[in-house]
């Protein structure tokens, strides 16, 4: 799959801030669905601890997030939800394709598992995945809907990595963010304090 540079240098920024194998992300479209999936919500999860660790402030806590489930009450996704660190439709779909996952995961038999069938059939559907394709939706020509809806049922591995891929950009981006602002509190912080004491000292 070709990339523009772009996008070539952020795939390769993810790659290393999660301590990835060069090619990890662009190689997830040449696996079989089975491993796409696994492989993919791997990332996924990755990027959202990161980001849960970074919204906290407080490296500390890294083992623990890392340990909680990605969905649920207590999840990683509700903590993402809780301090405002991902916005609703990224949220929805690392949830939906948490499930897809969970359902391909949990039954050796799967590992024969067909994308193409799953949206054909309409379990995408019924499970939430396939109406939370942020990228899908936010496509303001009803033909260009209409033909992203027939990739989805042809060949969907493209489209659900370009979403799996916007979503783990997002995370990352806001982990960078929440990052930064943490170092800008800790320095004000510091210059605070060493105004006091010199004022102390006057």
């Given amino acids: 799959m070709s990339a523009e540079p772009e996008m070539v240098e952020a795939i390769i920024d993810i790659e290393n801030r999660l301590n990835l194998p060069d090619g990890f992300v662009v190689g997830l479209t040449s696996q079989d669905d089975w491993s796409f999936v696994v492989k993919a919500h791997a990332l996924l999860e990755a990027a959202l601890t990161e980001l849960v660790v970074a919204?906290?402030?407080?490296?500390?806590?890294?083992?623990?997030?890392?340990?909680?489930?990605?969905?649920?009450?207590?999840?990683?996704?509700?903590?993402?939800?809780?301090?405002?660190?991902?916005?609703?439709?990224?949220?929805?779909?690392?949830?939906?394709?948490?499930?897809?996952?969970?359902?391909?995961?949990?039954?050796?038999?799967?590992?024969?598992?067909?994308?193409?069938?799953?949206?054909?059939?309409?379990?995408?559907?019924?499970?939430?995945l396939e109406q939370s394709l942020f990228l899908v939706n936010r496509v303001p020509l009803r033909e260009a809907r209409q033909a992203a809806g027939r990739e989805l049922t042809g060949k969907p591995k493209p489209l659900l990595w370009l979403h799996v891929l916007a979503a783990v950009l997002e995370m990352t981006f806001n982990a960078k963010q929440e990052t930064a602002d943490a170092e800008i509190a800790r320095i004000q912080q510091a210059f605070g304090k060493a105004m006091e004491r010199k004022s102390d000292e006057q």
């Fill in 55 to 128: 919204g906290l402030r407080d490296p500390r806590v890294s083992d623990f997030v890392e340990r909680l489930n990605v969905g649920g009450k207590a999840g990683k996704l509700s903590l993402a939800e809780r301090l405002n660190l991902l916005d609703a439709d990224n949220r929805k779909f690392v949830d939906r394709f948490g499930e897809l996952r969970n359902t391909v995961l949990h039954k050796v038999a799967n590992v024969t598992f067909d994308l193409a069938r799953h949206f054909r059939d309409g379990a995408a559907k019924a499970s939430g």
